[in-house]
C-alpha cells in the first residue's frame, strides 16, 4: 500500500471515528441509533409452537378428511407430481437431499400441517417453529410451487402411501 493509500485510508478512519461521538468521546445519540423502532418486534414473537403431530401448520387447512383405503388414483397422481417437481430435493426414502426425505412423513406432521406448508409454503417457513427447525437442519428454503389444493392433497396421498398407511 503506498503512502498516499495509507493516507487516506487513517483519515477515514477517524473521521469516522470522531463523526459519531462528541468531544468527550461518548457516542452521540443523534447520529447513531442503536435502539430498535417500536413498531419492530423480534421474529420470535410470531411463531407459531406446536411442535409434533398436532400442529396443523398455518394456512386455510384445518381439518383434512382422509380417505381409508388410500385412494390409489389420487397417490397415483401424487407421484406424477412428486416425478415432476418434488424429486430434484426430497426422496421417497429416510435420506435428506436437498429436503429432507419423505419416509415417515405422515407420521411426524399432521395432514392439516402437511397440507398447509405445500400450499403456504414460505409463510409456513417465516413463522411456524416445526417449519423453521427443518429448516435449520435443510439450510435450503423450499421454493413455492404454486400447487393447487388438489394437487397439494394428491401428494399427500402419495406420502401415505409412500408411508404405508392403509
Known amino acids: 500500500m503506498n503512502k498516499k493509500t495509507f493516507l487516506l485510508l487513517a483519515t477515514f478512519s477517524v473521521l469516522l471515528t470522531f463523526g459519531c461521538s462528541n468531544n468527550n468521546g461518548t457516542v452521540n445519540k443523534e447520529t447513531v441509533n442503536t435502539e430498535a423502532a417500536p413498531d419492530v418486534k423480534p421474529k420470535t414473537d410470531s411463531l407459531v409452537v406446536s411442535p409434533g403431530n398436532a400442529s396443523k401448520g398455518i394456512g386455510r387447512f384445518k381439518d383434512v378428511q382422509l380417505s381409508h383405503p388410500i385412494d390409489a388414483a389420487m397417490a397415483s397422481k401424487g407421484q406424477s407430481i ?85
Open 82 to 166: 412428486f416425478d415432476a417437481k418434488c424429486m430434484a430435493c426430497h426422496k421417497t426414502d429416510d435420506e435428506k437431499l436437498v429436503g429432507p426425505g419423505w419416509k415417515g412423513v405422515t407420521d411426524r406432521h399432521s395432514p392439516e400441517w402437511l397440507m398447509n406448508f405445500i400450499t403456504n409454503t414460505q409463510v409456513m417457513l417465516d413463522k411456524d417453529l416445526t417449519a423453521q427447525q427443518e429448516l435449520a437442519v435443510c439450510v435450503v428454503r423450499m421454493p413455492n410451487q404454486d400447487l393447487t389444493d388438489e394437487q397439494a392433497r394428491q401428494i399427500l396421498e402419495f406420502m401415505r402411501q409412500n408411508d404405508g398407511k392403509k
